[in-house]
């Protein structure tokens, strides 16, 4: 990736970052976009691995800073979501934005997972209503945002070549 | 190369075992002990991001805010509104009350639902929520307490078709307020708000009706009981009948605004309706039977007080004669009913004064 990808990149990133914490917020959908995890594989997919799992890790302390939610959950869960989405990166950057939009959607839903459970340390009703049926539609939202923003940053994002 | 990527992989391998590591450790540190570290971060590199998230909360707040208010002002506008057909409703059912309680008997209270069809310019029937099982005959008068508004056409038993008064077949006998005029009212054929309107037909040409005259139905016929209003009139009509007048006459009732009706049974019609729509004939007889009670009463009155001034004419000739007589000396007993009798019977048996005795 050269720096000019780089300087987009990081750009892009950001502007995902601060959509998370302006425009979600003003949303306030029940199952909402999740404009970090995009941001997450925007980034993860143009860095070797462990980067995008240090990347990973530092976006998910930061989601955990400003959330309620039990700290470093998010850290944990990100950390190995950016490492998968870099070490998977053929296949998510293929030109198909349908399976674009799976693997956001599989992002997304493994975070959910792998947060809550972290989070939430006991298996009651509601840590199940949550995993299948809000956290697969907050996948969902998050996908269909996240193709949009594929299709629409295609022309200026490259993917780093193997 | 080969060596190269080895340990790249072992690197990025580290690298999330680090990561995990450090997350896990973040998991389960107590909260006096991770507190500090979140707060630090929201005070430094997270600040800009915790600003931004407040300020989009405000401006959400801020818009939940005013969708309540504006939801709250719907709500009240929309509570007006129907506060408005709820009082329009009520005033109608009040009125619906008030001529059953005046009817009393001999009425099945229905719902009249519209059934124009679309085609159609002018509703000329509806479907009534009462039938044969209620009590509903073909033919029963229709009612409102503006007044007569069609006619059953058809009685099923759970609902009933009446025809309106717009109707090409509805004929009802009618007469003027004082009776001085009869004739059958038709509808009125016209076009837009004139197809409402009614015609008299067949009025005596030596009769002429005043714009205003109230018309009633006059029990001529059979279908309909006297009394019941059926519209004002409008103007005379010119035809080619030279015997007889032709009036239009404006309807009581709108069916529009029909929703609630009574169906008079056919007992009803065939005992009447009395006075329950003011019919003018009715009232010009309460009226002259008022007068002549009140001529009564001040002729009783007048009676009354000649009585009494004769009685007080009379006392005051005994109290004379009375002080007369005690001046001559002649006892004078107390005038009682008794005396007065005993008095009468002795002048009865007493020969005249005048007339000189046999000798």
């Not at chain 2, 009869?182 to 008299?200: C, D, K, N, Q, W």
């Amino acid at each position: 990736m050269n720096w000019a990808g780089a300087v987009r990149t990081t750009l892009v990133c950001a502007i995902l970052i601060v959509l998370h914490y302006t425009l979600r917020p003003l949303l306030a959908w029940r199952a909402s976009i999740d404009f970090l995890i995009v941001a997450l594989l925007l980034g993860s997919v143009r860095l070797r691995p462990g980067a995008a799992a240090v990347y990973g890790f530092l976006l998910g302390l930061v989601a955990d800073s400003i959330a309620v939610s039990p700290f470093g959950a998010a850290a944990l869960s990100m950390s190995v979501v950016g490492f998968g989405a870099s070490w998977l990166k053929a296949v998510f950057f293929a030109d198909n934005l349908a399976l674009n939009g799976f693997f956001l959607f599989l992002a997304k839903w493994v975070f959910d997972l792998i947060f809550l459970i972290v989070g939430h340390r006991a298996i009651d009703p509601e840590l199940a209503m949550q995993i299948f049926v809000w956290s697969p539609l907050a996948a969902a939202v998050t996908a269909v945002a996240g193709v949009i923003v594929l299709a629409l940053l295609k022309p200026l994002m490259e993917v780093r070549s193997t | 190369m080969a060596t190269a990527a080895r340990y790249g992989s072992r690197v990025d391998a580290g690298l999330l075992a680090g990561c995990v590591v450090l997350s896990l450790i973040a998991v389960v540190l107590k909260d006096e002990d991770r507190e500090p570290i979140a707060s630090a971060l929201r005070r430094s590199v997270v600040a800009p991001l915790v600003g931004l998230q407040r300020g989009a909360e405000r401006w959400r707040s801020a818009w939940v805010a005013s969708e309540q208010r504006q939801l709250a002002s719907d709500s009240v506008a929309i509570r007006g509104i129907k506060e408005h057909a709820l009082q329009v409703e009520n005033d109608q059912l009040r009125k619906i009350v008030g001529l059953g309680s005046r009817l009393e008997w001999g009425f099945i209270p229905a719902e009249a639902v519209h059934s124009a069809a679309p085609s159609e310019d002018v509703v000329t029937n509806m479907t009534l929520t009462a039938g044969s099982v209620a009590g509903v005959q073909r033919y029963n008068p229709v009612v409102a307490p503006e007044g007569l508004v069609g006619v059953v056409q058809t009685a099923d038993p759970t609902m009933s078709v009446a025809i309106l008064y717009t109707s090409p077949d509805f004929r009802a006998s009618a007469m003027s307020a004082d009776a001085s005029a009869f004739g059958i009212v038709y509808p009125h054929t016209g076009r837009g708000s004139a197809a409402y309107m009614l015609e008299l037909r067949g009025v005596p040409t030596r009769v002429q009706l005043k714009p205003g005259t109230q018309i009633f139905t006059s029990g001529l016929g059979g279908t309909f009981p006297r009394g019941i209003a059926i519209g004002s009139v409008v103007s005379e009509l010119k035809t080619t009948e030279p015997w007889t007048r032709t009036y239009l006459l404006r309807p009581s009732v709108s069916p529009s605004h029909v929703t609630t009706v009574l169906v008079l049974t056919a007992q009803r019609v065939t005992q009447g309706t009395g006075n329950v729509w003011g019919a003018a004939v009715n009232v010009d007889s309460a009226t002259r039977r008022i007068i002549a009670a009140n001529d009564s009463i001040a002729r009783q009155a007048t009676l009354l007080e000649a009585q009494a001034r004769r009685a007080v004419l009379d006392s005051v000739r005994r109290a004379t004669i009375d002080s007369v007589r005690r001046s001559l000396g002649v006892i004078v007993a107390p005038v009682t009913p008794e005396s007065t009798a005993v008095r009468a019977r002795l002048d009865s048996t007493r020969p005249d004064t005048t007339r000189k005795p046999p000798t």
